[in-house]
């Protein structure tokens, strides 16, 4: 089995992946920003099932955070295989006119750039050992617009980009990159209020907001074909058929 690193695994999605990966017999490197503690937790929760993991803090938000978060997860759990890319930001939406130069800086630096930085450094890696995996999570913002705005819609964009340009230069090395792009998902970054949630899965066909387990279901489905890359993949409660 391979390391898998989670970037933003302490929270949310990034947690149930991490804990499916774990399951699945990986060590497990859980990136955070700023919750080290939640980030604990998962570790905790992957070790009590006789896993390994490693809580990694690093700040994807600076040019040299990819490489922190690399070293610091190489370090403890060795040569990273499996790359799961989540780790985001959002903001409150907005039009166009209200995005500041530093709010498209900030979300293009964590939401993009960041994983660009890793795959930059982890690619070539995987593939001169003839191995690896790359799951960028992206949001199905990436194909409609989204409710949040310009900013974060082209930094999800880019994510596909990104991903089928590596999938091209990778496919015949053993290297997997694709895309996984959900919609709404429930975790704490969904209002608690009911009436607005209701409001929120209203008009998806299967009646509901997705879970963090449907993500990492999928995740780890796409990290275990060796066959499927080079694809984007919504996860959208049949919202938008492709």
């Known amino acids: 089995m391979a390391t898998a690193l989670v970037s933003g695994g302490g929270r949310g999605i990034g947690r ?13 490197a859980v990136g955070y920003a700023v919750d080290g503690a939640a980030a604990e937790r998962v570790c905790e929760a992957i070790r009590s099932g006789g896993g390994r993991a490693e809580a990694i803090g690093a700040d994807l938000s600076t040019p040299d955070g990819a490489d922190a978060l690399l070293d610091r997860a190489q370090a403890a759990l060795g040569p990273v295989g499996i790359l799961i890319a989540n780790a985001g930001v959002a903001a409150q939406p907005t039009g ?22 890793l795959t930059r450094r982890l690619v070539p890696a995987m593939a001169a050992a003839g191995f690896g995996r790359v799951v960028l999570i992206s949001s199905i913002a990436a194909y409609t617009g989204g409710l949040v705005g310009a900013h974060y819609a082209a930094s999800k964009a880019g994510l596909h980009g990104l991903a089928h340009s590596l999938a091209r ?3 015949g090395r053993g290297v997997t990159v694709n895309v996984v792009a959900p919609a709404l998902i ?12 209701a409001a929120l899965a209203q008009g998806t066909p299967v009646g509901r907001l997705g879970d963090p387990e449907d993500v990492a279901d999928l995740v780890c489905a796409v990290a275990r074909n060796s066959y499927l890359t080079g694809q984007s993949i919504p996860l959208d409660g049949g919202r938008h058929p492709t």
Not at 96 to 117: C, D, K, Y
Request: charged content about 25%; aromatic content about 4%.
């Open 16 to 28: 149930a992946v991490s804990l499916r990966l774990a399951a699945e017999g990986h060590d497990v």
């Open 96 to 117: 166009i006119a209200g995005i500041t130069n530093e709010q498209w800086e900030e979300m293009l630096a964590i939401n993009l750039r960041a994983p660009f930085l």
């Open 169 to 171: 230069e990778t496919a």
């Open 186 to 197: 429930d975790t704490d970054m969904i209002p608690a209020d009911p009436a607005i949630r």
